[in-house]
C-alpha cells in the first residue's frame, strides 16, 4: 500500500483525500490543516487524522480537533505526498519534501519548475513514471491537454488556438470578483494557458486568450485545433466517445449551460456535484477540412483529482495507474447521459 498524505484541504486537498481512500492499492496517512476552519471538523468527524504546525496544537485542541501530530510527523508516515496548499506555498514546503527525502506532487498554480516535469495523464503518464516530484497542471490546462491528446490520436495536432472563459472563483470563495463585468486575463496574447500547455507539449503551436467571467460554476473552452491530415467529424467523436475522461454533452439532451450541468450532476448523485470529466458540447463538435472545432466545459473544483491519483502512482514507479484510477473513481467515458 502507497501511504499518502495530502498537506492542505481546501478545494483539491479534500477531494484528492476522498479519492485516495477509493484506491485499492493506497492508504490516506492524514490530511494537513493550519486553521480549524468547518472543513477540518468535518475531515475529523468523518475519521480522517488531522496534522498540523505544532504552534496551532492548543487552537485545534480549543476547537475540539484532536491533532494526530504535526506536519511534519505527518510527512515522516508518508510514501508520499500531495501539496494542495495555496499557490506558492508548495516550493516552500519543497526543500521538506527534499530534506525528508520523500516524493511530492504539486498543483497547476505553483511554477512549471517545481516539479521535474508538468504531468497530464493522458499526455505524458509513461514519462513521469520514476520521477519523484511533478507538477499537476491547472484545471484548465488539464482540460485542453486531454483534448489535444485525445484528437492528436486520430490524426497529429499541428496547431491549436483556443479561448478559454474562465470561472472567477470557486462556489466558496466569497470575496472575490468580478461581479458585473468581463475581465480579459490578461489583455496581453497568448494567456498563460497555452504556455502551460507546453510545458507539457514542448514543441506545439499553442495561442490562447482568456476572459474572467462573473460566475463560479465552470470553465468554458472553445478550441480550434489544426491536423496534420483530413479527418471527418465520425473520427472525431468516435475517438471522443472511447476515451476516458472525456464525455459528450447530447444535442438532444437540451443542456445549454454549465448551470444545467451541474443540475445533472445532482441528478446523476455526484459527490459534491463534481465532474471530473471533460464534458464536449456534441452539436459544438464541427470539422472542415484539417480543422476540429470544439466547446466543452470544465469543472474545475473536480477535474485535477485523477491526474493527482495517477501522479501518486507516477512517483512510486508504477507504470500502469489510469484504468484504475477510472474505475476506483467511477469516472466515465462515452455519453454523460
Known sequence: MIKVSVNGYGTIGKRVADATLKQPDMELVGVAKTSPNYEAMVAFKRGMRIFV???????????????????DEMI?????VVDATPNGVGAEYKKIYVEKGKPALFQGGEKSNVGEMSFSALCNYD????????????????????????????????????????????????KKGPINALVPDPASVPSHHAKDVNTV????????????SPTNLMHVHLLDIELEKEVTREEILKQVLSTPRLVIVPGKAGINSTAELVELARDLGRERNDIPEVMIFEDSIYVKGKEVFMMYAVHQESIVVPENIDAVRAVSGIRESINVTNTSMGIRKGYII
Open 201 to 212: 507539449l514542448k514543441d506545439l503551436d499553442i495561442i490562447t486568450m482568456a476572459v474572467i
Open 127 to 174: 514519462e513521469a513514471v520514476g520521477k519523484k516530484y511533478l507538477r499537476v497542471v491547472s484545471c484548465n490546462t488539464t482540460a485542453m491537454l486531454r483534448s489535444i491528446c485525445t484528437v492528436n490520436k486520430v490524426s497529429q495536432v499541428k496547431k491549436v488556438r483556443g479561448t478559454v472563459i474562465r470561472r472567477a472563483a470557486d462556489p466558496k470563495e466569497y
Open 53 to 71: 504546525p505544532k504552534e496551532s496544537k492548543d487552537k485545534f485542541i480549543g476547537a475540539g480537533i484532536e491533532p494526530s501530530g504535526t506536519i
Open 76 to 80: 515522516d508516515e508518508s510514501d508520499v
